[in-house]
């Protein structure tokens, strides 16, 4: 008995030294926390001192926890029942009201917070299994991991999930469905999908905007229809499943507007703008080596050059055909007798004709104007202007910009261009792809030519044209087959081989442009000047212009053909009863959507396209098809316009600069002979001179 309370006075007394070590620790981290200007010794001794309160505090909770369970001190002996028996009863009370708190809690802690738990550490074994696909240097534009992902998974109350303990286990269907669905939802965003959700969102609001503005007027109209001329302005489709013409003037304001937002110039500044704003933010741009900062500059080149060139065109074409409606009284009374200004149609057509929409104010599209060779002549110009021959020009103006003897500070940055074109600009190429754009431009159009003026030549569509005016119409319908679906003649009265000629030709579009896109996209320049990336091995090796074009072509051959199902079973009636359907027209129907062209073999007498007189859901699906034809020419994700170097590495290149300076300095000093370094001694001057071009 004597022992035994021998024994618990031990046990009491480690317990008061225990006690008071605690105190002390609780004592020095609450001086070390109320003092927050003490020296580096300090500091480690508090964090020290937190490390052994939080030891001596699990220590003494596990004993106090081995005893209560089996009665027994944790240096070999039982609880006294004489002497110090009230301390050691008190002292069960105590551990059992700590252990009931701690179950408390953590029952409280496993039904409140589980399934936040649960959820969250799914996700994140989620996110573990799929890791960036883009682990390279270069960093794509807007490839980010949205935050509501993260929020839609943790906080949805119909998805709990129960991967509590983290083992495997088989993946219910409900979870399956959830998570496909919110990766579809929600998927990491690049150039691509932004590009499509912003043509998707316009197309949308100018829908809605276009049904608004015709309520309560005799051109109302059903939201399909609106959904329609809204998703053919913004794609550059044309297609009309209503008479333009009768659109009340907000009507044509909205579809003026959405053509603008849509135009396919316009957009290539995007990548443009975006990696101007990572160079502001995220980098010093005196720390810059010397290709990244002529490639800053050369994209703030690019960012004046490109707005200058389309507002140019816009201006000179509003100013042609105004003042050729205005002056010539035929083309007056043609403005007039179609309830149009002069200034109204030119502006409208040139916007038209440059952004390649194929809109008109007019009901039957350019064929009024066909025995006027100027204003024919004009359009035609400005649609490949807008179109196909953009990249060409391009070069030649930053070519031209670095031959004028003006400005000589700037030759470097056109230089820049003229030597790395795809690193900096999506649209514009190096010499000789963009020799082979001119050649397969001329190779088009002059076959197409050809084949208009043997076949169709005494047909009923250049029936009552003189010859010139027959040349002039002919060459106006061979630009505009692959470009902009303005038509100056009746389509119906071509031949059938020239129809069908028409359609691989708008099948074909500006294919050219994006094969050069694709192509030069995968080969261009890295910001060091080598040639692609070692990690690409397999890219470049499939990257040739027999693969891309037959990419090109076959890629979304599956949809075109199951559209064109979809709708024939869709308008079976109207096959099989109505005289004005044929499977041919709308073969060619959904072609030039897909070529996002606007051409249309009609539905009768109708001022509008042959997809007017198609149900709702066919119209719908041709809506698909012109979204999915405005994307088969975007670059690829590797595609070094639109990526973003990172900054990182431009950092170190810059600190590895700086140290080969100072080093050959201090080697020079020595007389010792140094290799000549690749960047100017005087890094600081030359930062300031280009900073200079400015």
């Known amino acids: 008995m004597a022992s035994q309370q021998a024994q618990g006075e031990e046990d009491e007394a480690e317990s008061d030294i225990a006690e008071q070590v605690m105190s002390d620790v609780e004592s020095s981290s609450v001086a070390s926390t109320s003092a927050p200007t003490t020296s580096t010794s300090s500091g480690s001794k508090a964090s020290s001192s937190g490390l052994l309160r939080k030891k001596d505090k699990g220590r003494i909770e596990a004993r106090d926890e081995d005893e209560l369970?089996?009665?027994?001190?944790?240096?070999?002996?039982?609880?006294?029942?004489?002497?110090?028996?009230?301390?050691?009863?008190?002292?069960?009370?105590?551990l059992k009201k700590k252990k009931k708190a701690k179950e408390r809690q953590r029952k409280h802690k496993q039904k409140g917070h589980k399934y936040l738990h649960n959820t969250t550490a799914f996700f994140e074994r989620r996110l573990r299994k799929s890791p960036r696909e883009d682990s390279s240097d270069e960093e794509p534009v807007f490839d980010l991991r949205s935050s509501a992902s993260l929020w839609s998974v943790t906080n949805n109350p119909v998805f709990k999930s129960q991967l509590s303990n983290g083992s495997a286990r088989s993946q219910p269907f409900y979870e399956w469905i959830y998570n496909n669905t919110l990766a579809f939802l929600w998927p990491p965003f690049n150039y691509f999908r932004l590009h499509l959700l912003y043509i998707i969102l316009i197309?949308?609001?100018?829908?809605i905007c276009l049904y608004v503005s015709q309520l309560n007027k005799d051109t109302e109209m059903s939201y399909t229809n609106a959904l329609f001329i809204g998703g053919s302005a913004v794609t550059e489709s044309g297609l009309?499943?209503?008479?333009?013409s009768k659109l009340t003037g907000a009507g044509q304001a909205v579809i003026f507007v959405t053509i603008l937002c849509g135009n396919g110039v316009l957009l290539t500044l995007a990548p443009v703008v975006v990696r101007l704003v990572y160079f502001l933010k995220k980098t010093r741009v005196r720390q810059l080596t010397h290709d990244a900062k002529l490639e800053y500059l050369a994209l703030w080149k690019l960012l004046m050059i490109v707005p200058a060139y389309v507002l140019s065109i816009m201006a000179a074409t509003w100013l042609i055909l105004g003042i050729y409606s205005s002056a010539d009284d035929s083309a007056n009374d043609i403005v007039k007798r179609n309830n149009n200004s002069p200034a109204w149609w030119s502006l409208f057509h040139s916007i038209s004709g440059f952004s390649n929409a194929g809109f008109s104010t007019f009901p039957d599209s350019w064929i009024q104007w066909q025995r006027h060779p100027a204003p024919l002549m004009t359009m035609g110009f400005v649609m490949l202007l807008g179109n196909t021959a953009f990249p060409i020009v391009m070069r030649i103006i930053v070519w031209a910009l670095w031959k004028q003897p003006l400005f000589t500070r700037h030759k470097k940055v056109y230089r820049y261009l003229l030597d790395h074109p795809r690193r900096c600009f999506t649209h514009m190429f190096p010499a000789a792809e963009t020799k082979y754009l001119i050649l397969v431009l001329l190779i088009f159009n002059l076959f197409q030519f050809v084949c208009e003026l043997l076949l169709d030549w005494r047909s009923g569509a250049f029936g009552s044209l003189n010859s010139a005016e027959k040349i002039t119409n002919a060459l106006f319908q061979t630009i505009t087959t692959r470009c902009t679906g303005f038509n100056s003649i009746d389509l119906t009265q071509l031949t059938f081989s020239m129809l069908w000629l028409y359609t691989g030709m708008m099948y074909i579009s500006a294919s050219p442009v994006y094969l050069a896109v694709r192509y030069t996209g995968a080969t261009s320049d890295d910001i060091s000047g080598k040639q692609g990336d070692e990690d690409e091995g397999q890219v470049q090796g499939e990257n040739t212009v027999g693969s891309?074009?037959?990419?090109?072509?076959?890629?979304?051959?599956?949809?075109?053909?199951?559209?064109?199902?979809?709708?024939?079973?869709i308008e079976e009636?109207?096959?099989?009863?109505?005289?004005?359907?044929s499977l041919f027209k709308i073969i060619f129907e959904v072609v030039s959507a897909y070529g996002n062209v606007g051409l249309s073999l009609g539905y009768g007498s109708a001022a509008y396209s042959f997809a007017g007189a198609w149900a709702n859901l066919s119209k719908l699906i041709l809506v698909m098809v012109m979204i999915l034809g405005k994307h088969r020419g975007l670059p690829d994700s590797i595609d070094k316009a639109i990526t973003l170097t990172n900054v990182a590495n431009q950092q170190e290149e810059f600190e590895r600069h700086r140290k080969r300076i100072k080093r050959k300095a201090l080697t020079s000093r020595k007389g010792t002979d140094v290799k000549q370094t690749p960047f100017p001694v005087d890094s600081s001057s030359a930062s300031e001179r280009e900073m200079d071009v400015l």
Do not use: C, W
């Not at 009309?240 to 333009?244: L, M």
């Open 573 to 581: 009636q109207g096959l099989k009863n109505d005289p004005n359907y």
């Open 69 to 94: 369970e089996t009665g027994t001190s944790t240096s070999g002996g039982t609880f006294s029942s004489t002497g110090s028996e009230g301390e050691s009863r008190k002292r069960k009370q105590k």
């Open 203 to 207: 197309a949308i609001l100018s829908s």
């Open 240 to 244: 009309a499943v209503i008479d333009p």
């Open 548 to 569: 891309q074009a037959k990419r090109l072509v076959v890629q979304h051959f599956f949809f075109i053909f199951m559209a064109i199902f979809a709708i024939s079973i």
